[in-house]
C-alpha cells in the first residue's frame, strides 16, 4: 500500500467537511461533526484517530495530556474541528501548536458553523515540503 502525500490526504477530507456541510449543514455541536466526520473518513479508507493525546515537555516536566488534538489522519495530518461564529486568532494559533509540538507536517482548521465550508477550513503548515510534480517530458522517443 502506497503512503499518502499530506496534501493528497487533505483534499480527501476536505471533500468530507464538504460532503458533511451540505448535508447537515451549520449549528450542530463539534462533538457532532468530530463524530460524522471521522465516519466519512473512514468510509473513504482512511486510517483516524479521535481525540489524541499530546504530550507536552517543559523544564524536565512531563505532561501526558497536555492537549488532545481531535482528529489525526493517517498519522500525518492533524484536523481540529470548531462550531464556533468568529474563529478566534487563538484558534489558529493553537493547531499551530499542536503542529509544533507533535512534529506534524499539516494541519486543517474546520469550523462548521459558516454558510459556506469553503470560507471555514484553513490549512497551515510546519516545514512540509510539496509534492513533487510528474515529470513533464513525454516517454514517446524523439525524433531524431
Known amino acids: 500500500m502506497t503512503q499518502k ?10 471533500k468530507a467537511a464538504y460532503t458533511l456541510h ?5 449549528g450542530l455541536l463539534e462533538s457532532v461533526y468530530e463524530t460524522l466526520l471521522t465516519h466519512e473518513l473512514r468510509k473513504l479508507g482512511l486510517d483516524v ?8 515537555v517543559y523544564d524536565g516536566l512531563r505532561l501526558e495530556n497536555g492537549f488532545r488534538m ?18 478566534l486568532e487563538i484558534h489558529h494559533m ?13 494541519g486543517l ?19 512540509l515540503e510539496e509534492q513533487s510534480a510528474p515529470s513533464a517530458k513525454s516517454s514517446a522517443p524523439s525524433a531524431g
Open 5 to 14: 502525500h499530506e496534501n493528497d490526504i487533505s483534499y480527501l477530507i476536505r
Open 109 to 127: 482548521l474546520i469550523n462548521f458553523n459558516v454558510p459556506y465550508i469553503k470560507s471555514g477550513i484553513f490549512r497551515k503548515v510546519n516545514g
Open 49 to 56: 484517530k479521535t481525540q489524541v493525546a499530546l504530550p507536552v
Open 70 to 87: 481531535d482528529l489525526l489522519v493517517e498519522n500525518k495530518v492533524v484536523v481540529e474541528l470548531k462550531s464556533v461564529e468568529v474563529l
Open 22 to 26: 451540505t448535508t447537515l449543514g451549520p
Open 94 to 106: 493553537q493547531l499551530l501548536t499542536y503542529l509544533r509540538l507533535s512534529g506534524y507536517k499539516l
